[in-house]
């Protein structure tokens, strides 16, 4: 995991000194702007040198020439928004003025980054000495490395600010940012190696980048996934766009709420990856009581959007598209507001493949404990074993390890364990055996008798604990041997716990 590189960890601990009082919300961008100036900075610089050369193929280049650097698919950076030119006059009170020109004049040159970039520079609430400190610091970042290790650099670094600052914003923060555990996790599992990826709510980008990472990781072409996304708040939407933008990631990413003006209407996806809000009772619902959505499995309740959502991303699948998304553990069981109706229904016409239970502390900004539902439009299409009378069920509420003191992540172990449990039971020649306490493949009937509840740890029962070949009377009397040492002679509780185990036949 990122988080545990000193190079990240040491920019973080002085950018967030340099903060004072200024809002994480707000420092965010003015942070992740002068990291995205720099890296595009560096990868100028880099083809810059190349070209004034004009060694081999860069003979006779024009090194200030923008077509030069379209072909190379680098952003032209003109003189005055150059990393070097900003850094030389950090000390001066007019710096916050020059870098909000420096994003303008890179737009303006770069018909992608249109309306991305921060200009909160010159704002009189930020400490410009502080900017100037801030500066100097990003300046010691060299992405002037070769290939993807420059990318690859700019992208932990990246992503570690955001989960920083999702932790640092609390509930808020976490709008913006799914733990990459999660990430890999959905990804892992869903294998989007070609077709359309989608994501209705898609914070800052993350589903997409962990995709394009799994299609390079295994030598597939990166050009063979189609992304879309949408996002309602605009400065999230903007940071979407930065993320995706310094990796080359070419995404059709829109502004707007998925549930009342849908950007991406006729799209139907092959992948799905999301993690909606949870829980979130003013989505407006009462507006859409009539919505197409709905047709199939119901009408959702208007104080909660959990079952919009999942009704949303069915409706936005393609014959065999599949989805992953991440909710709150409550929609596994919930039957308030006909939820439970629509649960049967959808049960019953076959679209729930797998669900997953997810460890507690994963999330920066909430501790409700969340799960997976994994949807397939077509689970007998031929792609994958015929498994239409199925459900799995994973339990992995035991996994994850400890990164600080409040949270969690998966380890790349755990990750594989869960996803290669989930293929060798889908697969056509996977060989899946039920783990007791662990994984379960429950027939729709199973589900049905347990009223269409859909928590794993109603199916995959209980591992039997270990015999450690003591005998049950010698830990009985250990535990009351240890019990009479702990509590005060004569104490009330003393009394209650002598009379309690008296009355099963042991005293101390």
């Given at each position: 995991?990122a988080?545990?590189?000193e190079?990240e960890?040491t920019?973080?601990?002085?950018a967030d000194?340099?903060?004072?009082?200024?809002?994480?919300a707000?420092?965010k961008?003015v942070v992740l702007?002068?990291?995205?100036?720099?890296?595009?900075?560096?990868?100028?610089?880099d083809?810059?040198?190349?070209l004034?050369?004009?060694?081999?193929e860069n003979e006779?280049?024009?090194p200030?020439?923008?077509?030069?650097?379209?072909?190379?698919?680098?952003?032209?950076?003109?003189e005055?928004?150059?990393?070097q030119?900003?850094?030389?006059?950090?000390?001066?009170?007019?710096i916050?003025?020059?870098?909000?020109?420096?994003?303008?004049?890179?737009?303006?040159?770069n018909p992608?980054?249109k309306?991305v970039?921060?200009?909160?520079?010159a704002?009189?609430?930020?400490?410009?000495q502080?900017l100037g400190?801030?500066i100097?610091?990003?300046?010691t970042i060299?992405f002037?490395?070769?290939?993807?290790?420059?990318k690859?650099l700019?992208g932990?670094v990246?992503?570690?600010?955001?989960?920083q600052?999702a932790?640092a914003?609390?509930?808020?923060?976490?709008?913006f940012y799914?733990?990459?555990?999660?990430?890999?996790?959905?990804?892992?599992m869903?294998?989007?190696y070609n077709g359309?990826?989608?994501d209705g709510?898609?914070?800052s980008?993350?589903?997409?980048v962990?995709?394009?990472?799994?299609?390079e990781?295994?030598q597939g072409?990166?050009k063979?996934?189609s992304?879309?996304?949408q996002e309602s708040?605009?400065?999230?939407l903007?940071?979407a766009?930065?993320?995706?933008?310094?990796?080359?990631i070419?995404?059709?990413i829109?502004?707007?709420?998925?549930?009342?003006a849908?950007?991406?209407?006729?799209?139907?996806?092959?992948f799905?990856?999301?993690?909606?809000?949870f829980?979130?009772?003013?989505w407006?619902?009462?507006?859409?009581?009539?919505?197409p959505?709905?047709?199939?499995?119901g009408?959702?309740?208007?104080?909660n959007?959990?079952y919009?959502w999942?009704?949303h991303?069915?409706?936005?699948?393609?014959?065999?598209?599949?989805?992953?998304?991440?909710?709150a553990?409550?929609?596994?069981?919930s039957?308030?507001?006909?939820?439970?109706?629509?649960?049967k229904?959808?049960?019953?016409?076959?679209?729930?493949?797998?669900?997953?239970?997810?460890?507690?502390?994963?999330?920066?900004?909430?501790m409700?404990?969340?799960c997976?539902w994994f949807l397939?439009r077509?689970r007998s299409?031929?792609?994958?074993r015929?498994?239409?009378n199925?459900?799995l069920f994973?339990?992995a509420?035991?996994l994850g390890?400890?990164?600080?003191?409040?949270?969690?992540?998966?380890?790349?172990?755990d990750i594989?364990l869960?996803?290669d449990t989930?293929?060798?039971?889908r697969?056509?020649?996977g060989k899946y055996?039920d783990k007791v306490?662990?994984?379960?493949s429950?027939s729709i009937?199973?589900?049905?008798?347990n009223?269409?509840v859909?928590m794993?740890g109603r199916?995959v029962?209980?591992?039997?604990?270990a015999?450690?070949?003591?005998?049950?009377d010698?830990?009985?009397?250990?535990?009351t041997?240890?019990?009479?040492?702990?509590?005060?002679?004569?104490?009330q509780?003393?009394?209650?716990?002598?009379k309690?185990?008296k009355?099963?036949?042991?005293?101390f």
């Amino acid at each position: 995991m990122a988080g545990n590189n000193e190079l990240e960890k040491t920019l973080w601990a002085a950018a967030d000194k340099l903060r004072s009082n200024m809002d994480a919300a707000e420092y965010k961008h003015v942070v992740l702007g002068l990291i995205f100036l720099k890296y595009i900075s560096d990868a100028f610089n880099d083809l810059y040198d190349r070209l004034k050369d004009g060694k081999g193929e860069n003979e006779g280049a024009d090194p200030e020439d923008p077509d030069e650097y379209l072909s190379h698919n680098i952003f032209f950076v003109p003189e005055k928004a150059r990393w070097q030119f900003l850094q030389d006059k950090a000390k001066q009170p007019e710096i916050g003025k020059m870098i909000d020109a420096a994003m303008d004049v890179i737009e303006k040159n770069n018909p992608p980054l249109k309306g991305v970039l921060p200009k909160i520079y010159a704002d009189p609430e930020l400490n410009k000495q502080r900017l100037g400190e801030l500066i100097d610091l990003i300046g010691t970042i060299g992405f002037s490395q070769s290939g993807h290790k420059a990318k690859d650099l700019l992208g932990r670094v990246y992503e570690y600010f955001l989960g920083q600052f999702a932790d640092a914003e609390g509930k808020k923060g976490g709008q913006f940012y799914t733990p990459a555990s999660i990430v890999k996790l959905l990804v892992a599992m869903l294998e989007p190696y070609n077709g359309r990826v989608y994501d209705g709510c898609c914070g800052s980008g993350g589903m997409f980048v962990q995709s394009e990472k799994f299609v390079e990781e295994h030598q597939g072409n990166i050009k063979d996934l189609s992304i879309f996304g949408q996002e309602s708040n605009p400065t999230t939407l903007r940071l979407a766009r930065m993320n995706l933008a310094i990796r080359g990631i070419d995404a059709r990413i829109e502004l707007g709420d998925a549930f009342h003006a849908d950007k991406h209407k006729d799209l139907r996806a092959d992948f799905i990856l999301a993690n909606p809000p949870f829980n979130v009772s003013d989505w407006s619902g009462e507006h859409l009581r009539e919505d197409p959505r709905w047709k199939k499995y119901g009408v959702p309740p208007v104080g909660n959007a959990n079952y919009a959502w999942l009704q949303h991303f069915a409706h936005k699948l393609s014959t065999k598209g599949t989805a992953g998304i991440v909710l709150a553990n409550g929609s596994m069981n919930s039957n308030t507001g006909g939820e439970g109706e629509i649960r049967k229904k959808m049960i019953e016409d076959g679209l729930i493949d797998c669900m997953v239970s997810l460890p507690a502390q994963l999330f920066y900004n909430t501790m409700i404990p969340a799960c997976l539902w994994f949807l397939a439009r077509n689970r007998s299409n031929g792609k994958f074993r015929n498994r239409s009378n199925e459900i799995l069920f994973i339990d992995a509420r035991k996994l994850g390890t400890m990164v600080n003191r409040r949270n969690k992540e998966l380890t790349d172990t755990d990750i594989a364990l869960i996803s290669d449990t989930y293929h060798a039971w889908r697969n056509t020649n996977g060989k899946y055996a039920d783990k007791v306490g662990f994984s379960k493949s429950a027939s729709i009937e199973d589900v049905k008798n347990n009223g269409y509840v859909l928590m794993p740890g109603r199916y995959v029962g209980t591992e039997e604990e270990a015999d450690d070949g003591i005998p049950f009377d010698e830990k009985m009397r250990a535990l009351t041997t240890k019990l009479a040492e702990q509590f005060a002679k004569g104490s009330q509780l003393e009394k209650t716990i002598r009379k309690n185990l008296k009355g099963i036949g042991y005293e101390f």
